[in-house]
């Protein structure tokens, strides 16, 4: 199958073309190179970790119409990764985001529209469900608001019921949970599953939605502001730093391993073509076993040798609290199966090289 892999050059894109090529498929990269990814000077990926020889990669941008319509020539299936990530500098980032992940989206469902294709695996994450699910001692399921800038300044990272005020338990999130995005980049994600839905809805094609967790591994990006929070955390211990881990180092999360991500992009792409037309799904891709913030940058540390983690009490306005997702589904209906687990993960991650960027 010959399947455009749009940011393909990216952290998670590179492995899925890796993964496609070592599956017998024909994987083009579509990557804009973008400076917020890849440093001004373009891309630097970690030496250890070139994209296979002969992977036919296309510079340029899914914003740009006649970009796009070369790039689907000929091709069977489209895995979208391209996108701005992280949560960057400040709110005028947000048309970059907009542009990038919505636009950038539209043009590209357009295109596979004119061109005919029909099968698209959507990058998506587990950002659209902003706080997580949690349960009220006396209310059951409930959904926490913002977290104000006065709990937090105060150290009350805990959400708490919006009805009694008691702390909640937080739970396992599934895919029916309702969109909630915090912040830009989140807004953009759910924006894109809406965009992608609407299209399989307007064309008969057929969509998935792989909703990501925190992804780590080998060729994650250096710290940037885009970046997330293992790099951040791996890129100070690689400067003889102690990781910083901020509010209190509870926020749970479920970190996944680049590798698996790449393995369930491709088991989507295989599923897709079982689909009926016009079906559009969602999947939570997260290891199943959910870490705390604070466990993580230990295992780093641990595995790299040191400095220990400082928990320093900071906090960061769009963060939530907790999230983690019940990613049942993905195994029990696309037999999908994560092969790294985190103490492992972590070990190799400590020491892997991150992309380097051209700048630094
Ligand atoms: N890393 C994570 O933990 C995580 C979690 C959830 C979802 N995701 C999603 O996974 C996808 C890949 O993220 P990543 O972590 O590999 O980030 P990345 O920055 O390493 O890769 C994204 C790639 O997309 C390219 N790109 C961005 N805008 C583009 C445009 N307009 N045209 C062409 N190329 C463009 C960039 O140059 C970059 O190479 C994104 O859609 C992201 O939202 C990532
Ligand atoms: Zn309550």
Known sequence: MRVLVTG????????????????????????????????????????DDPLPSGVRTIVGDVRDRDTVAGALAGVDAVCHQAA????????????????????????????????????????GSMVVYGEGRYDCPRHGAVRPGPRAVADLDAGQFEPRCPACGAELVPGLVTEDAAGDPRNVYAA??????????????ATGGRAVALRYHNVYGPGMPRDTPYAGVASFFRSALARGEAPRVFEDGGQRRDFVHVRDVASANAVALAALREREPGTFDAYNTGSGTPHTIGEMARALA??????????TGEYRLGDVRHVTADSRRLRD??????ETDFGEGMREFATALLRARADR
């Not at 492995?15 to 498929?25: D, E, M, Q, Y």
């Not at 641990?302 to 928990?311: K, M, N, S, T, Y």
């Not at 209906?333 to 994560?338: D, M, R, V």
């Open 302 to 311: 641990a595995a790299h040798g040191g400095p220990a983690p400082v928990v």
């Open 84 to 123: 701005m990530v992280g949560l960057g500098k400040d709110f005028a980032d947000a048309p970059e985001y907009v542009g990038c992940n919505d636009l950038g989206t539209a043009v590209l469902l357009a295109g596979m529209a004119a061109a005919g294709v029909r099968d698209l695996v959507l990058a």
């Open 188 to 201: 953009t994600k759910l924006a894109q599953e809406h965009l992608a839905a609407a299209w399989t809805r």
């Open 8 to 47: 393909g050059a990216g952290f998670i894109g590179s492995s899925i073309v890796r993964t496609l090529a070592s599956g017998g498929h024909e994987p083009v990269v579509l990557d804009a190179l973008l400076p917020s990814a890849h440093g001004p000077a373009g891309p630097g990926r970690s030496v």
């Open 333 to 338: 209906e696309l037999g999908w199966k994560p």
